[in-house]
């Protein structure tokens, strides 16, 4: 494989309007990420993602956008987002910026044209279609009810696969793709060293547009069908790889779901659209088509089926981007963890499974002190609109009110937005003013302040984890080296050897509250990482590992 510079780099996402908030009028800032670089730099970390700062209504947060070129006074001016590549960059860290470009804002002005005319120049920019012919297909938008919407002040409807704020673009017209090309290049131009790229499976659709098969009371069909039928992405991939970053050797990570199994070489191969996508399968474990209200919790087993499928799916292929959580997930310690079992000595476990895995670790904001989901009371104190959503597909399902709210305390997207914890003050010390979203309680215990320094705890976990995977002495193994799956068959262990051309390192992690015995696969040389100060060595070839102990063991060859 050959090497490209971000193989051995570890990427954290910044949610900026919760991250920190420099003047005070609680929402975060760019300014404020330039105050953290430093926390970033002492964590270790080379890339960061950050999630969109354009201007924008904030329908959904940011991932509905106004205005390509200009950010959102909220989030700063353009002169901070230049200081912030040049602040990272002295720091040698890299800025990926996020690129939604499956919609954008119904207040774009593109769209804006289209209302106004939607026969002239833009009205083909959008998926429109005329009112009196009724809805075009059944499709669910993502965020719930059908993506068809009156096209207002026109007899035309058009098409939106999220919030009716979010209006797909239409990749088929020529004009769009240019458009989006040349936005792309204008930020490369600028220094960002790549995008993660939002929603990116959908910009093709399967058409002719048609109904599919009800799949809710609602009388509507998962966009995810639709996907499963849509044919060509990749022409639209290739182009815009070739128009835009390739020519910037930038790094590029895809939010793709529901690919086809035999697309991912094309995908994240070494010629492929991306450099990366993110590894999803362990988000999806128990997942239920109904919805939240039927997912099913995860296991220790479920996690490690999953994380070694998609090892051995991407092994020979690529790299994936390995997550526990996002900014559209909850918390991954209360997802993955037993709910009464989560405690430093798990929430480390867990980080060691996910980060030594093949690909490119990912951290999100809050991840590296163990951030966990927070309390919402009722449905009114939410924010997140795919909790509504979810919220009354529960109701619609016949469940109660509190079960309802079960679920959406459980998988909310708030869970991961609610400020980040520096430390014990108000607020988390993530605002001066009145926060955006509540603090999560928990802050008052959790955060960065009390972590630092502190040698056992998460944070400087995480530096360890971080600090092994870039000493260049593991090269071989950690990053460019096969994952094995280890004693596979063990319950409640998650072992797996990374093994290069010359060193072998096995990774143990004992995913459970119950001490186990484990057979070692050979000597060993070092413990090059504890989370326990204990390491029990049996005399026959066997270590003792504590309930929820971890360790990194190099092997002698
Ligand atoms: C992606 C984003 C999510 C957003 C959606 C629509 O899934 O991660 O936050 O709501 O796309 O842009
Ligand atoms: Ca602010």
């Not at 494989?1 to 919760?18: D, G, L, R």
């Not at 760019?30 to 970033?40: N, Q, V, Y």
């Not at 919030?163 to 020529?174: A, G, I, V």
Request: hydrophobic share 35%; proline share 5%.
């Amino acid at each position: 494989m050959e090497k490209q510079w971000w193989h051995n780099k570890v990427a954290y996402q910044i949610y900026p309007k919760s991250f920190y908030d420099h003047n005070g009028d609680g929402i975060g800032d760019i300014p404020g990420i330039i105050e953290k670089l430093d926390h970033l730099a002492y964590l270790g970390v080379d890339i960061l993602w950050i999630s969109p700062v354009y201007q924008s209504p904030l329908a959904d947060q940011g991932y509905d956008i106004s205005d390509y070129y200009a950010i959102d006074p909220r989030f700063g001016t353009m002169e901070d987002m230049d200081r912030l590549i040049a602040e990272a960059k002295k720091r040698q860290i890299y800025i990926l910026m996020d690129l939604v470009i499956n919609h954008c804002s119904d207040e774009h002005v593109w769209f804006q044209k289209a209302m106004a005319d939607p026969e002239g120049e833009y009205g083909n920019f959008f998926y429109l279609a005329d009112q009196k012919d009724g809805r075009p297909c059944n499709w669910r938008s993502y965020f719930g009810g059908s993506v068809w919407e009156p096209l207002p002040g026109t007899d035309k409807q058009y098409l939106h696969m999220f919030h009716k704020k979010q209006p797909d673009l239409n990749w088929e017209e020529p004009r769009v793709r240019q458009e989006i090309y040349k936005m792309i290049n204008w930020w490369l131009e600028k220094g960002v060293a790549g995008f993660r790229l939002d929603a990116i499976i959908n910009i093709k659709k399967a058409l002719p547009m048609k109904d599919y098969p009800a799949d809710r009371p609602d009388g509507l069909a998962d966009p995810g069908v639709m996907l499963a039928h849509a044919e060509g992405i990749g022409a639209f991939l290739k182009e815009m790889k070739e128009e835009t970053f390739q020519k910037y050797h930038a790094f590029t990570v895809g939010e793709v779901f529901n690919e086809k199994p035999e697309e991912l070489a094309a995908f994240i191969g070494e010629d492929g659209y991306f450099s990366s996508m993110f590894d999803f399968r362990e988000t999806a474990i128990g997942s239920s088509p109904k919805g939240w209200y039927d997912n099913r919790p995860v296991t220790g087993e479920g996690y490690k089926a999953a994380c070694f499928e998609s090892q051995e799916r991407s092994a020979d292929i690529g790299f994936y981007s390995n997550i526990i959580e996002n900014h559209d997930e909850p918390r991954g310690v209360s997802r993955y963890l037993p709910k009464d079992q989560v405690c430093e000595a798990s929430k480390k476990m867990l980080a060691g499974s996910y980060f030594m895995l093949r690909g490119i670790p990912f951290i999100y904001q809050g991840q590296e002190i163990g951030m966990e989901n927070t309390d919402i009371p009722s449905i009114d104190q939410v924010d997140d609109i795919s909790s509504r959503a979810e919220y009354e597909a529960a109701l619609q399902a016949g469940l109660s009110e509190e079960k309802a709210m079960e679920a959406v305390r459980d998988y909310s997207r708030d869970n991961a937005r609610t400020p980040m914890q520096w430390n014990g003050e108000r607020h988390g010390g993530f605002t001066k003013g009145t926060p955006w979203i509540k603090a999560a309680p928990s802050y008052r215990l959790i955060n960065v302040e009390e972590q630092r320094g502190r040698k056992d705890s998460v944070l400087e976990f995480y530096r360890s984890l971080i600090a092994l995977r870039k000493d260049p002495k593991y090269e071989d193994s950690l990053i460019y080296g096969a994952c094995i799956p280890y004693l596979r068959e063990q319950k409640g262990l998650m072992a797996y050897l990374r093994k290069g051309e010359i060193h072998t390192l096995l990774v143990m992690g004992n995913y459970q509250g119950a001490p186990q015995k484990v057979e070692l696969s050979g000597t060993y040389e070092k413990v090059l990482i504890n989370n326990m100060d204990r390491f029990d060595e049996e005399e026959d070839g066997k270590i003792c590992l504590m309930g929820w102990q971890y360790v990194i063991l190099e092997m002698r060859s």
